[in-house]
């Protein structure tokens, strides 16, 4: 069955798209970006409240993880340093495997390390002030180079730590699925083994009904004959009775 879509949906869809591919195309830091953001935020907030017509769980969760991702770019841009922009850039990953998601992630990550190394190499050429030409191409050909590098060596260890910290958490999760599918393979041997000895208890109890049944006839039935046979008796003593003793 096709879930219907509302006209606010449909209209949240629009602009976050819209959105979504007006990044990649906007100057830096321009201030319209964040007014965007802030509109599509109020429009999610209104789905999530919505009582007919809502999406389901799954498309809420992308629509908060493409909305987030637009805000951490955001943020991104509002840091002081070239250095702390590109590693929340680097450390934010997109928000939902879509096109423009990807393509504002690799437009973002490449503008701040292009802005890290023009403003290394301006550093560079302030502190090489006076010197003559030849020395000025050799520290501009040297020097910033081994400033990027010690920064990329930085935030490739920055990624590598994540990354370490990730496969922590994957394997703490694979053991404790792991412990936890054997604690449900037990409880459901117990739970087949209580099943089974249930059926056996049943079985014996419908067997001892049965008996029961049969020797509750039977001892109805010789019930009955004996109070037959004490009626014909006393009646036969009546009859004995009267004959020994008759009335005067």
Excluded at 31 to 56: D, F, G, H
Aim: overall charge positive; proline content about 4%; aromatic content about 8%.
């Amino acid at each position: 069955m096709i879930t219907p879509i509302s006209k606010e949906e449909i209209n949240f869809v629009r602009l976050l798209t819209r959105c979504e591919n007006y990044v990649p195309k906007r100057e830096p830091n321009e201030w319209r970006l964040e007014q965007y953001v802030k509109n599509i935020e109020e429009r999610l907030a209104e789905l999530k409240k919505m009582n007919t017509c809502q999406p389901s769980q799954d498309t809420l969760t992308e629509y908060t993880r493409r909305v987030e991702f637009l805000r951490g770019v955001l943020e991104a841009e509002k840091l002081p340093t070239i250095s702390e922009k590109a590693m929340a850039n680097q450390l934010l990953a997109p928000g939902s495997f879509t096109a423009p998601s990807n393509k504002i992630h690799q437009q973002t990550k490449a503008q701040y390390l292009r802005e890290m190394r023009e403003e290394l190499l301006r550093k560079s050429d302030d502190t090489q002030t006076g010197s003559d030409s030849v020395r000025l191409r050799n520290t501009g050909s040297n020097v910033p180079q081994e400033d990027f590098d010690a920064v990329m060596q930085y935030h490739n260890s920055m990624q590598e730590k994540v990354a370490q910290e990730m496969m922590s958490i994957v394997q703490n999760l694979k053991q404790n699925s792991l412990l936890a599918g054997h604690i449900i393979r037990k409880d459901t041997e117990s739970l087949h083994k209580s099943t089974a000895l249930a059926d056996d208890r049943h079985s014996q109890l419908k067997v001892e009904s049965e008996k029961l049944e049969t020797f509750v006839k039977k001892a109805c039935n010789w019930g009955i004959w004996i109070m037959i046979l004490f009626v014909c008796i006393t009646f036969m003593w009546m009859i004995v009775f009267i004959r020994l003793f008759p009335k005067r």
